[in-house]
């Protein structure tokens, strides 16, 4: 590490930068050859790493969304709204969670996403369907439904488990709570971040997870 | 087998049941204590599903399941089937029935299929796959080829000397997988992982708060996963490996315990003091991910004190 550019290398290849700082990166690039020779060696790293594959969901959701929007195509009234790749891979996580262990929220559910690339390079254009009155608008709210509906689930059933029990399994859902606000809060304060968005996401599964296994263990026993 | 079964009782029973009954098979009432021995095949698949106490199995190399369980006044223990399946339950004649412990031994070939809620549930000198799940209760296979899961809210779940597709599950304590081999998905909330002996090319690790320690090979093409949110990641990596590294904390540290290539760049910026660490060792062909949002990733050598005293 030679100069301070080179600390901002990483994010420079995972196309984290904004214009003004990634310009300037860009200039300092085309006259240091050992950043040039790191950006290399990082880029190669990257590649490599993007070459290794998508881990695809158990259960693939894509079927649902074409048979969705061959079936509703947009019409007029939709609302426009700018989604970062960031938070779309987020959304996107939580879309494929849910097509893996949730199709009963699905089914009542049809809220879906139709993409269309944009001239920018690191946003899109993604336009929502008009939600019903009882849809959740984003893949984020259906989160959300999903984590309520299952609560609720969860709650009808409780008086199955042993106080004891119940008070673990809510002590862990809180835990994974607080995992999800600390995420959220990092977020506002960094809100470009890949990582912090597919995390976010990530801790929202495991949520989701828990709630369902709770589900299941006391919907056995009712 | 011996069975005791009231007149009354038998003329209640549906035909089919009667028919099991005069072959010799069960259903069973075990007012005392229950010790019979059923003829199986070496593949055999036995289900045992015990609301409360314990299950302890082991395998022998007997075509036959033998199942002993304690005196219960209040509970029946049902064995049906032979040969291909056994299923072995208790079934209560008063509400939620009351706590016994079964000790059931199985051919060694066996596949296992055990549920309890409130059960402690101990497996050993198996071979054959085997489902586990309790809620409030320890889970401990020594053994164990096939397809493997095992779960448990309360308890901590222990898997030892296993071949084939792993999956421990726990909520609110750890889980420790030593030598296995195998693909391993491991997963907690409140609570460390250890694994330790490890030979696989996929490995997910992930809890919430708690450590996640891992010592085992780091194979050509394979995919490694290890995350906790506050809990400290600490990754064995041997020597000559070929493997790309992707390290990322939000507000812990990143430290290695050897030299790292030249190539590794390390960066800390936003809101936050996010660390992101990327580099390869060699071909960079496997694919090794470490995560912790508010704890320490620390990369070492097998057999480093750091990995021990975890």
Same mark, same amino acid.
């Given at each position: 590490m030679t100069d301070s550019w080179t600390d901002r290398l990483s994010e420079y290849v995972d196309g984290e930068l904004d214009a003004t700082t990634r310009a300037a990166l860009e200039a300092h690039l085309a006259s240091c050859a050992s950043c040039r020779a790191t950006r290399d060696e990082l880029q190669r790293v990257v590649d490599r790493a993007r070459g290794m594959g998508y881990r695809e969901p158990a259960n693939d959701l894509w079927g649902a969304i074409e048979t969705s929007i061959t079936a509703h195509p947009p019409r007029a009234g939709r609302r426009l709204v700018t989604v970062s790749w960031a938070r779309l891979a987020a959304a996107a996580a939580i879309v494929a969670m849910l097509a893996g262990g949730f199709a009963w929220t699905l089914a009542t559910r049809r809220t879906l996403l139709v993409v269309t690339p944009a001239?920018?390079?690191?946003t899109l254009v993604t336009v929502l369907r008009?939600?019903?009155? %009882?849809? &959740? &608008?984003t893949t984020v709210a259906s989160y959300r439904d999903a984590a309520a509906d299952l609560q609720r689930a969860f709650d009808a059933n409780?008086? %199955?488990?042993r106080p004891e029990t119940m008070r673990v399994i809510e002590e862990n859902l809180r835990a994974i709570d607080l995992a999800i606000a600390q995420t959220d809060s990092a977020l506002r304060r960094d809100p470009g971040s890949a990582y912090l968005n597919e995390y976010l996401a990530a801790t929202m599964q495991r949520k989701l997870k828990l709630l369902r296994r709770a589900v299941e263990i006391t919907s056995a026993r009712s | 087998m011996t069975l005791s079964v009231p007149f009354g009782r038998l003329v209640r029973r549906s035909r089919a049941e009667l028919l099991r009954l005069l072959v010799g098979v069960a259903p069973m009432v075990a007012c005392a204590q229950t010790d019979t021995t059923i003829p199986v095949q070496p593949n055999a698949r036995i289900q045992i599903q015990n609301f409360a106490g314990s299950i302890r199995v082991r395998g022998w190399d007997r075509n036959a399941v033998r199942i002993v369980v304690g005196e219960s006044r209040h509970d029946e223990v049902h064995v049906q089937g032979r040969d291909a399946a056994v299923s072995i339950s208790t079934v209560s004649r008063s509400g939620v029935p009351a706590p016994l412990d079964y000790e059931i031994t199985v051919p060694v070939r066996a596949s296992l299929d055990i549920g309890g809620t409130y059960t402690e549930i101990a497996i050993e000198g198996v071979r054959g796959s085997v489902s586990a799940t309790t809620v409030q209760g320890e889970v401990s296979l020594h053994g164990g080829d096939g397809v493997i899961s095992l779960k448990s809210v309360e308890g901590g779940v222990t898997v030892q000397d296993a071949v084939g597709r792993i999956e421990v599950n726990g909520v609110n304590k750890g889980l420790t997988l030593r030598n296995i081999n195998g693909p391993i998905a491991a997963e907690t909330v409140n609570g460390s992982i250890v694994l330790d002996g490890i030979d696989s090319d996929d490995v997910d690790a992930e809890t919430v708060n708690g450590p996640v320690t891992y010592e085992g090979t780091i194979k050509d093409g394979g995919r490694y996963r290890f995350g906790s949110h506050n809990g400290t990641v600490v990754v064995s990596i041997p020597e000559r490996v070929n493997a790309t590294v992707a390290a990322v904390t939000y507000q812990g540290t990143f430290s290695s315990r050897f030299a790292l290539p030249n190539a590794a760049a390390d960066t800390a910026h936003g809101g936050g003091t996010r660390r992101r660490v990327n580099f390869a060792f060699g071909n960079g062909s496997a694919r090794i991910e470490a995560e912790s949002f508010q704890g320490s990733i620390i990369l070492a050598r097998p057999g480093d004190a750091v990995i021990r005293q975890r």
């Open positions: 001239s920018s390079r690191d008009q939600p019903s009155p %009882t849809g &959740a &608008a409780r008086s %199955t488990l | -």
